[in-house]
Nanobody, 115 residues
């Protein structure tokens, strides 16, 4: 079974930076898509960013220009670099991986942005 372990969440001041990491138990080379989602209490889980096996990326309009998604295949790790964070970025952030019809989720890591 694929396991995704996230780290890097915490408390950060508005305008600051934070980097989230997601380490997979096995090779991520064959995943079609990997990405980050977030969910605040009472809200739906929403896509933040995703990266495809070919290297192309998609970003939600709300984070475009501020967040950067990257992948290190040798370390089986994906990263979400969060810059110029805003209070509305406060949420639990989840790592996601998909291969064909199978999808996997990390445990989630809390990000809190103070104003």
């Amino acid at each position: 079974q694929v396991q995704l372990v996230e780290s890097g969440g915490g408390l950060v001041q508005a305008g600051g930076s934070l980097r989230l990491s997601c380490v997979a138990s096995g090779s991520i080379f064959n995943f079609n898509v990997m990405g980050w989602y977030r969910q605040a209490p009472g809200n739906q889980r929403e896509l933040v960013a995703r990266i495809f096996s070919g290297g192309s990326t998609n970003y939600a309009d709300s984070v475009k220009g501020r967040f950067t998604l990257s992948r290190n295949d040798a370390k089986n790790t994906v990263y979400l670099q969060m810059n110029s964070v805003k209070p509305e970025d406060t949420a639990v952030y989840y790592c996601n991986a998909r291969r064909a019809v199978n999808g996997y989720w990390g445990q989630g890591t809390q990000v809190t942005v103070s104003s």
